[in-house]
């Protein structure tokens, strides 16, 4: 695919529930206050919660920053091909 996963390893760093620090990111696909969701060099990320606000996006360095009431992180599994949270969400 590609070898953005060598130069920016995947990694989560939640402070409490307020704060999230996700490096490895190589783009964000969608987002509101509800929901974010990213491609990582780890899959794609769905991030679940309240207030989210996205409060550092840095594309080249590979890293986000969330701040807002976090109430989930899943990986979604895209050889399911079932479309995971958004396909059941938006399909």
Known sequence: MNDFSQSAPH???L????????S???DVERFDENSIV???SAGTLVITGEDLHIGKL???????HVDGQIDALTYEDQSSG?????GRLFG
């Open 58 to 64: 840095s594309l080249d360095g590979g890293e986000l």
């Open 38 to 40: 990213m491609s990582t």
């Open 24 to 26: 490895g990111v190589e």
């Open 11 to 13: 990694r989560l760093e």
């Open 15 to 22: 402070e409490g529930r307020e704060r999230l620090t996700v």
């Open 82 to 86: 079932k479309g995971g949270f958004f």
